[in-house]
């Protein structure tokens, strides 16, 4: 089968494209940088490659980082460059429509969501801006583009080795700073590398899921938790804990957004697992094990 990957020059695109290639579909990449094999797309208006989309898989990772200060300019920015390409994609689409659309989000779209647990039937949040406005602003860019079928993949942190998402945590342990952030009870929702790739297979295999899919682990984790568990998988003693302050001034020195460490979601991925999708690594240690201890 043939399968798309806009944005797919990213960490998560090379990964998907990899694994996909290895599963016997041809893979087609839309980079905005020039890179082997891909073609070039300025992620803002249609193209050439526009006749890659009639039939394929299309699948939408298209996006600038989050991990950035939350100033207007910031939210302004990470809005505009998934809003954009998932705009050309639904023009490009109109004349040539992909039989699937896998539209990537993130579960960032529920916000500071405390203590209940959220399925698929949960209602997304009104604001932070840079993670529930910028969620919804791009899911709502792709709601109704011409295909066969579409799924909104709300994604929790991915954990994948090389990867700032997992890497700033082991670095934080291993420098003595991997105690509980803020009251370390916010949840954190996560996702091992390989049951993302499984899933979105799992994906474009089936034919009777569509709109919003959670993409994480089942077994959601307070901070506490996981920097507890952080520590004991890399060998490291108890640490004190960051309080909230220190979390905020840390954040304007590493240029990141406070937010990503000090709010939480405690989501499921109730229609994967009411469909019989099987994660290959359910649990926090096992999957830190798996994803540090290779090679």
């Known amino acids: 089968m043939k399968i798309v990957l806009a ?30 094999g891909a073609l070039l797309w300025d992620g803002r208006t249609t193209g050439d490659w526009a006749p890659q989309l009639r039939g394929s898989v299309l699948i939408n ?51 500071d969501a405390g203590e209940p647990v959220l399925d698929e039937s949960a209602k997304p949040a009104d604001g932070p801006a840079q993670m529930a406005g910028v969620a919804g602003a791009w899911e709502q860019a792709a709601r109704g583009a ?44 996560w996702l091992h590398v390989a049951d993302f790739l499984a899933a979105v297979r799992f994906l474009i295999d089936s034919q009777d899921l569509a709109g919003v899919v959670h993409l994480t682990s089942p077994h959601p984790v307070r901070n506490a938790e996981l920097m507890a568990t952080f520590r004991r998988v890399l060998g490291r003693p108890p640490s004190p804990p ?32 009411e469909a019989g999708f099987e994660f290959g690594h359910p649990r926090l240690e096992e999957a830190l094990r798996d994803l540090l201890t290779r090679g």
């Open 61 to 111: 990772l298209a996006g600038e980082i989050v991990d950035r200060p939350p100033t207007p300019a910031n939210v302004e920015l990470l809005t505009r460059s998934r809003v954009e390409p998932t705009r050309a994609l639904a023009e490009a689409a109109g004349a040539h429509p992909p039989a699937l659309w896998l539209q990537l989000s993130t579960l960032a779209i529920y916000g």
């Open 146 to 189: 011409p295909c066969g079928r579409q799924v909104i993949l709300r994604t929790a942190v991915v954990f994948e080795p090389g990867t700032p998402a997992l890497q700033r945590l082991v670095s934080l342990t291993r420098w003595g700073l991997g105690g509980r952030v803020g009251s370390g009870r916010q949840w954190v929702s």
């Open 242 to 273: 960051t309080p909230e302050f220190l979390v905020k001034l840390g954040a304007r020195v590493l240029r990141t957004d406070p937010a990503l460490g000090l709010t939480g979601r405690r989501c499921v991925p109730g229609r994967l697992l």
């Open 7 to 36: 944005g797919g020059s990213g960490a998560l695109g090379r990964a998907l494209a990899a694994d996909l290639t290895a599963h016997g579909h041809q893979v087609v990449v839309l980079s905005r940088r020039p890179s082997p």
